[in-house]
């Protein structure tokens, strides 16, 4: 008989040391589930080279008294300059100007002989064979629209979020995750096949909704089948993958010019996660908690054969009496993270904390031409430089805990965003290296949130609890780009509010209560417990039951 069946109030965790929490088994579900968490900042950060603006000027029509003149003597007398000498992108004048033949120098300065571009637009090819703002000219007057097929995208994101986050509550992660790749697939080949720019904004809203659920669940579902020892190490290594599809989406960018090309490129590796998908199991906890108890026994007997755990004795009645206090037709949803205090406070905290994470991290990602690098090698030290960060920060979040980590990481970020405000332009290698250490700060930030959050939250509610989150952060993620519109009312806007928005969203982590060394929490009772004094937190040492924490 298994010790596991004399415990009382036997746990999730209890049934992980008796089948072992970091097996074969766990290993080849987290490599997985990599495969897809691998693709996301292809899709993401896609919009960097999607829809990269080239150099361009106003189209000039061909005149008889341009025969002789060479093509940068056209442009001399067609299009004025900018101060730096480089010719205007959205202005010509109404009449060839002869006389700057002789003097180039000699600018005229009287406006009424300047008008906006009459005849479109000529880009340069050197760099990007074609992308959506050369497609549909969306630059001028337009660049609003380009810098929107972002946002479009993150509301998508957004959207998908508060959808998944309760469907694969109510019906199970893999399903979900199913769901979400083949969706993706679908939306992902119809945004390159795109006739228009509506259609584009309409699959690329799309495809940020199907993606969304790979984001939210990819996670959950490897820790959950992880034990508290092994938990950090799992969720670090998952992220480490996001950073390997940063690098990636250079190399794949640098290779594929044309962006219709350029979005099958990144699409199509869903299909392989799909595929592989077959041999990854639905949680076991969430079977558990939802009462499934036999597709739970038959999961976890396979993890303990796998494991080498051939005395593994556990019926699927001892399953059935860790079921949560879940009444029967009770349903769980997003307003139940509000109903009680504890989680109503760490709701609202772990909320606000994602939107800075989300606004500033992608603040910094997509503004791959402000530090002073090319845009691929950013792209590529940018991925690159999130693997030290994240490889400092599994020390840290096991050394001085997950709040003082995540705090700390979101508030180097705004101080790292802030000081390339005051340095100066000529500076070009000091503001690369404040750059990247930022962008290492932003992703620290970013790994340590997934990581903190599944902990936050008990298993009836992770996947709600996730979907808020990630609502919030879509949400910073969805402004981000539009924030680089405000460079119009004063240049160094968006870094000021990127800058103010990361600090003050760090302080409020400070208010999360600490899970370092803690069991997840099943089910709401397991985090709202009688009350008592002492710093938040929902545990105790190492192994030990959850203890209440502070309202």
């Excluded at 090819?125 to 000219?137: A, E, K, R, Y």
């Excluded at 302080?507 to 938040?536: N, Y």
């Amino acid at each position: 008989m298994s010790k596991l069946h004399k415990k009382k109030n036997m746990k999730f965790e209890d049934l992980l040391l008796e089948i072992d929490g970091f097996g074969k088994f766990q290993i080849l579900i987290l490599f997985i589930l990599c495969l897809p968490r691998m693709n996301l900042p292809m899709h993401f950060l896609l919009h960097n080279f999607l829809a990269a603006t080239p150099s361009h000027h106003c189209a000039i029509p061909h005149q008889e008294a341009f025969v002789n003149l060479t093509m940068e003597e056209v442009l001399l007398i067609s299009i004025p300059r900018e101060p730096d000498g480089t010719f205007k992108s959205c202005e010509m004048f109404s009449q060839p100007q002869f006389h700057l033949l002789l003097n180039s120098s000699l600018q005229p300065e009287n406006n009424s002989i300047i008008q906006e571009c009459q005849h479109g637009w000529v880009y340069d090819h050197s760099q990007f064979t074609s992308t959506i703002s050369t497609q549909w000219d969306l630059v001028c007057e337009q660049r609003g629209l380009n810098q929107a097929t972002a946002t479009f995208f993150f509301i998508g994101v957004t959207m998908g979020a508060v959808v998944f986050g309760y469907l694969s509550d109510r019906f199970g992660r893999k399903a979900m995750l199913l769901l979400s790749l083949v969706c993706a697939v679908i939306f992902g080949m119809l945004s390159a096949a795109s006739v228009s720019y509506s259609m584009l904004a309409v699959t690329r809203t799309l495809t940020g909704v199907a993606l969304s659920g790979v984001s939210l669940i990819v996670l959950p579902l490897g820790m959950e089948w992880v034990d508290v020892e092994h938990r950090t190490f799992s969720g670090i290594l998952t992220s480490m993958f996001w950073s390997v599809g940063n690098m990636l989406l250079a190399a794949v960018a640098y290779l594929v010019r044309e962006w219709r090309w350029l979005l099958v490129a990144v699409t199509g590796p869903c299909l392989l996660s799909i595929v592989c998908l077959w041999w990854v199991p639905e949680s076991a906890r969430w079977l558990i908690a939802n009462g499934k108890v036999k597709r739970a026994h038959r999961h976890l007997l396979r993890c303990a054969r796998m494991n080498g755990r051939k005395d593994f004795a556990v019926s699927p009645e001892d399953l059935r009496r860790m079921t949560t206090d879940k009444k029967p037709g009770e349903n769980y949803s997003y307003i139940t993270l509000f109903r009680t205090p504890v989680l109503r406070k760490i709701s609202l905290c772990s909320g606000t904390l994602w939107f800075g994470v989300a606004f500033s991290y992608y603040g910094m990602s997509m503004n791959l031409t402000g530090f002073g690098l090319n845009m691929y090698l950013s792209q590529f030290v940018f991925g690159f430089i999130e693997i030290p960060a994240k490889m400092i920060m599994y020390v840290l979040v096991n050394r001085v805990g997950r709040r003082q980590s995540q705090a700390w990481a979101l508030i180097l970020t705004g101080l790292c965003i802030g000081a390339n405000i005051v340095i100066p332009k000529p500076f070009t290698p000091l503001r690369s290296a404040v750059a990247i250490m930022g962008k290492g700060f932003s992703e620290a930030a970013f790994t340590t949130a997934f990581l903190y959050t599944c902990e936050l939250y008990p298993t009836v509610l992770r996947q709600n609890g996730m979907g808020y989150s990630s609502f919030m952060a879509r949400l910073g993620g969805a402004l981000a780009p539009l924030v680089f519109l405000l460079d119009e009312v004063w240049r160094s806007l968006p870094e000021v509010t990127y800058c103010g928005v990361a600090v003050c969203c760090g302080l409020v982590a400070f208010l999360l209560p600490e899970t370092l060394h803690v069991r997840l929490p099943e089910g709401i009772e397991d985090i709202e417990k009688t009350q008592v004094k002492g710093p938040p937190q929902i545990g105790g040492p190492k192994g030990m039951p959850l203890q209440p924490l502070l309202k």
